[in-house]
Structures are given as C-alpha cells and as structure tokens.
C-alpha cells in the first residue's frame, strides 16, 4: 500500500527534538519480511517468537527513524479506532497509546471504571462482542490476566495487555529497543534483576533467552516469581542455551550484570501490603554498591513511577540510567504492536542484527 507523506514542518520536536541515534542499530542486508503478526493478539509474550518479537523491535526501531527523525507523516492507522480500557491509573501507557495511535492517524477512546466496569456491569463476553463491532482493537490495563484471556477468547479483534497481574508485555518492548539502541545488539548481555517477583519479571522471563540474554533476579524471599512461569523460562534458557539464576541475594544477581533492573515494590492494589513489603525489601535498593559488581557497561532501568527505597539518586540520575530513553521507548514499541497487529506494513529500515 502506498501512502502519501509529507513533511511536519510546523512541528519543532521533529526539527529540532532529540535525534534517533540510528547508528547504534547494526544493520544487516534488507530480508523480505517472513513475519505476519496481523490479527494476533498480544497477552504475553510467551506466545512469541524470538523472530517474532524481533520483528516488533525492527517495526519500532522503523517508525521512530522515519517519523521522529525524517519527519515523515504514516497514516498507518487512518480509519481504524482503538478501545482503551483502564481499570488502574496510568502515564506512560496511556499517554504512548493514545498520542502514538493519534499520531498514525487513528482514533483511540479512552475507557475507565468509569465507562466500562468489566464483567459487572456487563459480562467479558458480551464486552468483548460490542467493542469487536465498534473498534479495530483493545488495548486493556487489568487486574487479572484471566480477564484478558476471556476478551481475546471472545472478541473477533486484536486484544492486546497493558498490564495485568502477571504480565507487562509492551514494557518489555520498550526495554529491549532502549537496549538494543545502547548497546547495538542483545545477544550475550546479562541482565541483573533486583525487586519483586512481579509482572515485569514475568515477561523478560517469557523472552529474554529467546534473544540469547542471560537474566540472573534476586527476589525476597516470598516474593519469588510464579512457579509455572519460572518452569517455563528454565525451558527457554536450556532450548537457548542462556543462564538463568534465582536466588534472595541481590549481589549474587548483580555480579557481571550489563543491565540492572529494577521496579515498583508496591504495585497498585497492593498498599495494604506497603509496611510489610518495606521490610521484606530491606537491602534491595539499587546503589552504587550495586554497580560495583556488575559489568564495567553496566546501564539502569527502571519502568517508572520510581520511589527512592528503589533506587538511589545516584544511579537513578546518573549517565548509566537509561530510563528516560526507556520511558520514550514505550511510545515507538506500542506504535510497533498496532501497526503489525492491524496492517501489512513491512519495515523500511534495514533490519537489525539482534
């Protein structure tokens, strides 16, 4: 499909805004894309490929080039319209969705507890139905992930997770363009978990060694990530030939880390929990100490909102911590996900070698 593009010269931050630094992207040959993720719907990324998560990065890394630095305009997405359902507060996946599919010429409608309470006032399914007959796809933020396996099993449209209690797929996406941006390719880094066995967790470890990254996470005790998840990763990393470690000692997952990694240890839902959580976390803020022992690349992420019990200033604003760039990233990943679940739009950027 051919479009029309023109440049946006009445928009400073694409004259003068900050510059995609393409080349930290290692290019290969251009490949015809083999890769069709068009009607799929996007709950985890354990029903992903390492090519096909791949390919999200590579329509990412497309899109921030052509549109953030050349200026293009790509109507992508003119016509079609996105359902937003939040049941829990949010900025950054908010803002990314919203501003992102705008920007490609869609239509998102922003739903809260407000408007739309699911499987109260209406049951999932019939939710499911309606919205399949008015929108092009759903993009929810839940409570409970059973909630978002019930819409993708009853809509005809593309469900894809916000957030949800056991996963956190489009974070992920972000963290690896940022990575793959820095450091040029994925393969063989080590990432350094220090936090709560939670959704960010669970999805770097439905994808990491299906890039070749190792991930070594240190977790309180009783905080420890979800059993069936971690049986599935310990298969991933013996199929990938990566290392996975688990363990309650934040040193121990430090050491040799080019990438350390941290997040809320209150998430939403859970405040009745904040004393006991503050103690059980005794020890985990991330610090200079921290990066001592990991890699001499060592680089910070953080999906944000950040508390300091977390992460000192020191890390958190210093030139390792990429989690501005990160938090930017969520914009041009969701863009990513919308146009390869809902159109036949192939990459224009030579594809990177991951």
């Known amino acids: 499909m051919l479009f029309n593009l023109r440049i946006l010269l009445n928009n400073a931050a ?30 985890t990324l354990k029903n992903f490929t390492g090519e096909e998560i791949k390919y999200m990065l590579w329509l990412s ?23 937003m359902i939040f049941e829990k507060r949010s900025t950054r996946t908010r803002l990314s969705t919203e501003t992102g599919f705008a920007l490609l010429g869609g239509h998102p409608c922003f739903l809260t507890t407000q408007d739309i309470h699911l ?12 919205l399949s007959s008015m929108t092009d796809a759903v993009l929810a933020r839940v409570y409970k992930q059973s909630d978002l396996d019930t819409l993708a099993k009853e809509a005809s449209i593309p469900i894809i997770n916000g957030l949800s209690d056991l996963y956190h797929p489009i974070q992920i996406l ?35 060694a299906k890039f070749g990254m190792h991930l070594q ?30 363990t309650n000692d934040p040193l121990e997952a430090a050491h040799g880390g080019n990438v350390l ?22 020890g985990y803020q991330v610090t200079m100490k921290t990066a001592k022992v990991a890699a001499s690349d060592w680089t910070f992420l953080h999906c944000l909102p950040r508390k300091p019990e977390e992460v ?40 990177p070698k991951f």
């Open 14 to 43: 694409f004259r003068n805004g900050h510059n995609f630094m393409v080349r930290n992207f290692r290019c290969g040959q251009p490949l015809q894309n083999k890769v069709q993720l068009k009607g799929r719907d996007l709950l």
């Open 61 to 83: 890394a497309d899109l921030k080039f052509r549109i953030k630095q050349k200026g293009e305009y790509l109507p992508l997405l003119q016509g079609k319209s996105l359902g």
């Open 119 to 130: 499987g109260v006032n209406e049951s999932l399914t019939d939710t499911a139905r309606v």
């Open 174 to 208: 972000a963290d690896y363009l940022t990575l793959q941006e820095h450091y040029s390719s994925l393969k063989g880094l080590t990432l350094s978990w220090i936090g709560d066995g939670n959704n960010i967790l669970h999805s770097i470890m439905m994808s990491a």
């Open 217 to 246: 996470a240190a977790t309180p005790k009783g905080y420890e990530p979800d059993a069936s998840v971690t049986k599935l990763a310990e298969q991933y990393a013996k199929e990938n030939g990566t290392k996975l470690l688990l």
């Open 261 to 282: 990694i941290t997040d809320t240890w209150i998430s939403m839902g859970q405040e009745e929990e904040k004393k006991k959580r503050l103690q059980a976390f005794q």
């Open 312 to 351: 000192d200033d020191e890390v958190f604003y210093s030139p390792r911590s990429l989690v501005f760039p990160e938090a930017e990233n969520r914009k041009w990943t969701i863009m990513a996900v919308m146009v390869s679940l809902l159109t036949d739009y192939s990459p224009q950027l030579q594809k």
